[in-house]
């Protein structure tokens, strides 16, 4: 495909030989109702980029002639839905008609790669031209649920780097980023009536270096959490870019931190809590939390502040974890097995279905919807709510035959912390190999499905858990390049995966070096490569790591083989 866009639009037309739109130095923007924020995005990114200010067309009939003209159009609506848009160059200017605001914003950011890489810089260079090649796209997305799970717990992820993620996600024409915000080695949210949760729970004196089978340790604290306002300004961030963030409060397991703010919260029973700190060691953890009302109230005032600052229009769902839960201190402690009794459940798995189950309802009062892991589905669950299916299909699959809807997070497939390729260079390696071209040739949807459960995947994500990646380079490199990958699964119509054109995809990632056909001299080559180059993106580079991305001698947790599929 032509000018080398990522991910793959439904249908592109250019017109053969050089001819472009070439624009003036001060092109003007025509921004219909609707239209706004995406007029307003563009102005931020192409006045950094080419320093244009790109005032409003005159006469501002949106109409009318102009450089950028952006338009919701029901026409557009009703062929390729809300997400889906027209972008056509011609000698009249671009012109973006979007079936609802996302469309047009999804046109816009196929606006920006056909720039070129440049017009992904923050400061224009010198001598910069710019153009675009004649021509059409029509574009729709495949799936509604496009995401990246960020694990900001294992490592903190400051607020400027959730920022530089969203921008990253809408790149690529993702529009889900799922927060995780809490877990054993730290909770990264402020609660203002709990402050001891970030008080406390949100740094760790030391944390082991490398994965658990590695005796090395890094004594240098860690920590971090996001204010009420940094969460604000997070979730609005990502709401003019058309991407939700759906926070997660993992219970009952994974709740160390908590635990060590408030010892209350554990089996105080079995354990001594209050000598428990923030968890500094990986894996899973047994310091659960404990089943009594007080802990179910507890929890109910965080999510009565997670819900006030992540707005049902934002995020209908809130994701309350469920995975990993330990029954061991539940077995040994005499008050849950009392609980066990009052509450007329079979064992200590009823308690963490009662648990689940309680927060189910609690959302669904509130007019939200709870999804979680898939071990949530063990004791069944409300309607309405959903499963992430990360320990394989199967999870996913039961859940849709049974009528939920379904996020596709395969750990075996999409857990961008498993390694890139075999080798010792691998920084920490950890999980089975998946490589680029593993993650192009996932399938979402498990050909085992029947037609009515498929319509229960709302879509796919991919999750990255830091346990390894100590900053921001670190992560970069295990969700580069693989993230564009993921990003034309869930976008484009591929076809089923053994069918799919690997080559094509790649040809567009690296593009050609010193020009190509149909593009004048001094217009950059491309290939997405040059973009993330130019986003500042630390990618791992298709040869393999570089010296400094390279972790020697630090141990991971590779596994041999190649993962089931289902
Ligand atoms: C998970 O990876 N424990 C959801």
């Known amino acids: 495909m032509d000018h080398d866009l990522i991910p793959a639009p439904r249908e592109a037309t250019f017109q053969a030989g050089a001819v472009r739109y070439a624009f003036g130095p001060e092109p003007d923007l025509a921004a219909g109702p609707g239209t706004q924020a995406t007029a307003r995005w563009l102005r931020g990114v192409l006045g950094a980029a080419a320093g244009w200010s790109l005032p409003p067309a005159e006469p501002a009939d949106p109409d009318g002639r102009a450089d950028v003209r952006l338009l919701v159009d029901e026409g557009v609506g009703r062929e390729l839905g809300p997400e889906?848009?027209?972008?056509?160059?011609?000698?009249?200017?671009?012109?973006?008609?979007?079936?609802?605001?996302?469309?047009?914003?999804?046109?816009?950011?196929?606006?920006?790669?056909?720039?070129?890489?440049?017009?992904?810089?923050?400061?224009?260079?010198?001598?910069?031209?710019?153009?675009?090649?004649?021509?059409?796209?029509?574009?729709?997305?495949?799936?509604?649920?496009r995401g990246l799970l960020l694990d900001v717990c294992r490592h903190f992820l400051p607020k400027d780097g959730v920022l530089r993620y969203i921008d990253l996600l809408a790149a690529h024409k993702l529009n889900v980023l799922h927060l995780h915000l809490t877990d054993d080695q730290g909770w990264r949210i402020e609660i203002k009536r709990h402050p001891r949760l970030t008080g406390v729970g949100a740094w760790r004196p030391r944390?082991?270096?490398?994965?658990?089978?590695?005796?090395?340790?890094?004594?240098?604290?860690?920590?971090?959490?996001?204010?009420?306002?940094?969460i604000r300004e997070i979730v609005a961030y990502a709401a003019a870019r058309h991407v939700r963030v759906v926070p997660e409060i993992d219970l009952p397991g994974h709740a160390q931190a908590a635990i060590a703010a408030y010892p209350e919260l554990g089996n105080t029973d079995v354990v001594d809590t209050a000598a428990l700190g923030v968890w500094d060691d990986w894996g899973i953890n047994e310091n659960v939390l404990a089943p009594t009302e007080a802990v179910l109230r507890f929890y109910e005032g965080v999510f009565e502040e997670v819900l006030e600052l992540f707005p049902?229009?934002?995020?209908?769902?809130?994701?309350?974890?469920?995975?990993?839960?330990?029954?061991?201190?539940?077995?040994?402690?005499?008050?849950?097995?009392?609980?066990?009794?009052?509450?007329?459940?079979?064992?200590?798995?009823?308690?963490?279905?009662?648990?689940i189950r309680h927060f189910d309802g609690w959302l669904a009062e509130r007019g939200r919807r709870l999804i979680g892991w898939d071990e949530i589905l063990e004791g069944g669950l409300a309607d309405g709510a959903a499963v992430s299916s990360w320990r394989g299909y199967a999870g996913g699959i039961a859940a849709a035959e049974a009528g939920h809807d379904v996020v596709m997070c395969p750990e075996q497939q999409v857990y961008l912390d498993h390694r890139q390729a075999p080798g010792p260079d691998e920084p920490m390696p950890i999980g089975y190999v998946r490589t680029l071209e593993d993650?192009?040739?996932?399938e979402p949807v498990p050909p085992q499905l029947s037609a009515r459960a498929a319509e229960r995947v709302l879509g796919a994500q991919a999750n990255v858990w830091t346990e390894v990646m100590e900053h921001q380079g670190r992560v970069d490199y295990q969700v580069?390049?693989?993230?564009?990958?993921?990003?034309?699964?869930?976008?484009?119509?591929?076809?089923?995966?053994?069918?799919?054109?690997?080559?094509?995809?790649?040809?567009?990632?690296g593009g050609l070096e010193g020009g190509r056909p149909g593009v004048p001299a001094g217009v950059p080559a491309g290939g997405h490569y040059a973009r993330l180059d130019a986003l500042g993106v630390d990618y791992r580079p298709p040869g393999g790591p570089l010296p400094w991305q390279r972790r020697p001698g630090v141990l991971g947790r590779p596994k041999d083989g190649v993962p089931p599929t289902v």
């Open 84 to 145: 889906g848009y027209e972008l056509t160059v011609s000698a009249d200017g671009a012109l973006i008609r979007g079936g609802g605001p996302a469309g047009v914003f999804w046109g816009a950011q196929t606006l920006r790669q056909l720039l070129g890489p440049h017009a992904f810089r923050r400061a224009p260079l010198p001598g910069a031209r710019w153009s675009l090649p004649y021509g059409t796209v029509r574009d729709a997305p495949r799936f509604g649920w």
């Open 439 to 442: 993650v192009y040739r996932f």
């Open 312 to 355: 049902a229009e934002v995020s209908p769902f809130v994701h309350v974890g469920g995975d990993e839960c330990p029954k061991t201190q539940w077995a040994a402690s005499r008050a849950a097995q009392e609980r066990i009794r009052e509450l007329g459940v079979k064992d200590e798995d009823g308690l963490q279905s009662w648990f």
């Open 207 to 230: 944390s082991r270096w490398g994965h658990r089978d590695s005796p090395l340790w890094n004594d240098t604290p860690h920590g971090g959490f996001y204010t009420q306002d940094d």
């Open 480 to 509: 580069f390049p693989r993230l564009a990958a993921f990003a034309e699964v869930v976008w484009s119509r591929l076809p089923e995966p053994g069918a799919r054109d690997y080559a094509d995809f790649e040809g567009r990632m």
